[in-house]
């Protein structure tokens, strides 16, 4: 286990609908990431945040946004949702000075109808 | 696409053997990463290499990166059953992106 938590674990929407993933960091993480993984790819960058600023972007639309708040837990927003969207969100968080190395939390797995 | 490629895309094995599996990438790097995740859960951090460093060691792994041809392998020796799983390298390039791989996908038959 890496002390890194996301809630909830699966979630059924309908497409249109808009989402909340939350995520739960390690103590003392202070950077945390959000992927997204359809099945049988690898994880797709959505984006980072740093002390509670977006601090890089992936190739998302602006429908995915996020929140980090003050304690470090982490929140993905998704609006209007697309069937496309069916996949397993993934935060990970990392120590001050230890930017690459990232742990994971067991991931949300999305689907969309 | 910055993404990595895993090769190859699947393995199987017996228990005891030795699993290589490879990674190429397309752009300058700082140092490249394994990783590695089972059945659709998060995944686990194994080994960081430099882009200064040759080889790496760490208990049964051990990781090579060529820059000259922006590839990398990884070896996992003496192969169990718990090491059945999906292992991906990963990069970093601007604006903090991290790009993984495809994955290769391990299976060690006990």
């Known amino acids: 286990e890496t002390g890194v938590t996301q809630s909830p674990t699966h979630l059924i929407k309908t497409r249109g609908q808009q989402v909340t993933l939350r995520c739960s960091s390690q103590?003392?993480?202070?950077?945390v990431s959000w992927y997204q993984q359809a099945l049988g790819q690898g994880p797709q960058f959505i984006f980072q945040y740093y002390r509670e600023e977006e601090n890089g972007r992936g190739n998302f639309p602006p429908r995915f946004s996020g929140l980090q708040f003050p304690n470090y837990s982490s929140e993905l927003n998704v609006n209007a949702l697309e069937l496309d969207d069916s996949a397993l969100y993934l935060c990970?968080?990392?120590?001050?000075?230890?930017?690459?190395?990232?742990?994971f939390g067991p991931g949300t797995r999305l689907t969309v109808t | 696409s910055q993404q990595g490629e895993e090769d190859p895309q699947a393995l199987s094995i017996q228990e005891g053997e030795n699993a290589t599996m490879n990674c190429s990438y397309k752009?300058?790097?700082?140092?490249l990463q394994w990783y590695r995740q089972n059945s659709g859960r998060g995944l686990v951090h194994l080994i960081l290499?430099?882009?200064?460093?040759r080889e790496k060691h760490s208990g049964r792994l051990r990781v090579t990166l060529d820059t000259s041809k922006k590839s990398s392998s990884l070896l996992i020796t003496a192969s169990r059953a718990a090491d059945t799983a999906s292992y991906f390298c990963a990069t970093v390039g601007t604006g903090n992106q991290f790009y993984f791989g495809t994955g290769t996908s391990l299976t060690v038959i006990p």
């Open positions: 290499i430099r882009s200064n460093e």
């Open positions: 752009t300058s790097i700082n140092n």
């Open positions: 990970a968080s990392s120590l001050p000075g230890a930017f690459y190395e990232q742990y």
């Open positions: 103590s003392g993480h202070n950077t």
